[in-house]
């Protein structure tokens, strides 16, 4: 029977629009190519239809909306919280949380997700919960470097990665997967990173 998820390793370039040019925000290379299985999430549904018919060799050149992609920017997203959430044993989290720093944080229902640390001033810390990308249009430029049938060790492997530190979402971070820092009397985490750096 077949396997309907796919393997897919991809060399890419993404460009997004800047006063009126192309402006590259994001490029793998053959040696470190992008890798996903699809129907994971673990890239837009968008990128992945548009990605998954290619065969090995064949070249790519498409743009994604901002529908397509991350949506609008949203000024509801930016919210401030009390320096206590960031704090370890009644010491602010410094090494973490910095300006420009993107951190991964935890509702109450469990959901983790990314946000950037806008400000950190004297009593609040402004996070932004919006894509880095939200509002923009993506451009990708590249090369299909393989495309076949997930292996069931591939399969087994990435829902263990899934499940065990990264969320699916490894855009934002980099470094080491799966090593959260988990804070006392609040829902708030880091993670050293999901080791893909890719921002699908």
Do not use: W
């Amino acid at each position: 029977m077949e396997n309907n998820n796919r393997f897919v390793s991809i060399s890419y370039s993404l460009y997004i629009d800047e006063d009126g040019e192309k402006r590259l925000v994001e490029k793998t290379t053959d040696d470190k190519p992008f890798e996903l299985i699809t129907g994971f999430g673990i890239a837009l549904d968008s990128f992945e239809q548009q990605v998954t018919p290619l065969e090995k060799g064949a070249k790519f050149d498409f743009s994604l909306t901002k529908d397509e992609a991350y949506g609008d920017y949203r000024d509801d997203l930016l919210m401030e919280l009390g320096r206590d959430v960031f704090s370890i044993n009644g010491h602010f989290d410094h090494e973490h949380v910095y300006q420009d720093a993107v951190i991964q944080m935890q509702n109450d229902e469990g959901n983790r997700f990314y946000g950037r640390v806008v400000e950190v001033g004297e009593e609040k810390v402004k996070i932004d919960l919006n894509h880095p990308l939200a509002g923009e249009t993506l451009y990708f430029k590249g090369e299909v470097l393989e495309n076949r049938e997930a292996t069931e060790d591939e399969i087994n492997h990435l829902m263990k990665h899934l499940t065990g530190g990264c969320g699916g979402h490894c855009g934002d971070c980099e470094g080491g997967c799966g090593h959260d820092h988990s804070h006392e009397c609040c829902d708030h985490q880091h993670e050293d990173g999901c080791g893909c750096g890719h921002c699908h």
